[in-house]
Structures are given as C-alpha cells and as structure tokens.
C-alpha cells in the first residue's frame, strides 16, 4: 500500500491512478497511529479523525476532504501498491 507520508504524495499517486478514496496503510494500534510496515507517524493528514477504537485504518479521500479519514478496516476502498517513489 501507499503511505502518505508527504503532504502530496498519497493524493498525486491516487489522482494518477483515477481513484477518489485509496487505503494508504495507515492503523491505530496499542495507543498509536502505524504504518504497514510497523514504524510510526511522522507526518499526518487529517481531515476528520474519528473514534479511533472503531475505525483503526486509515484512508485517504482526495475527492472530498483532500485528506486522511480513519474507518473500520472492514470497509471496502481500492488499494494502490506502489515501489518505493519521490514525490
């Protein structure tokens, strides 16, 4: 999965894939908001946190808000897998 771990990457990288709303690999776990890959946030986007109990992965909705929502991991939204890029 992507990460956004730049201001613009994650909605540059959504835009040229045609998608409005794309999983970037973000969860909440034991107190604290994670990438895929296990290493903390350094950067974050949100536009509308919610209860992070519930709704503990994170997706990025560039048609609406231009930014990060969190949700139940259950919920559907395209994935985008990418190497390693600069944006």
Known sequence: MICGSTPTCGRQLARRAGLSTAWIGGYYFQGFWR???????NYNN????????????TFLNSQVSRGWTNTD????HPVMCSYKLSC
Request: with cysteine; glycine share 4%; hydrophobic share 15%.
């Open 73 to 76: 991991c259950t919920d559907e």
């Open 46 to 57: 949100w536009y509308s946190p919610t209860s992070y109990s519930n709704d503990a992965c």
């Open 35 to 41: 990438w895929e890959d296990g290493s903390p946030f």
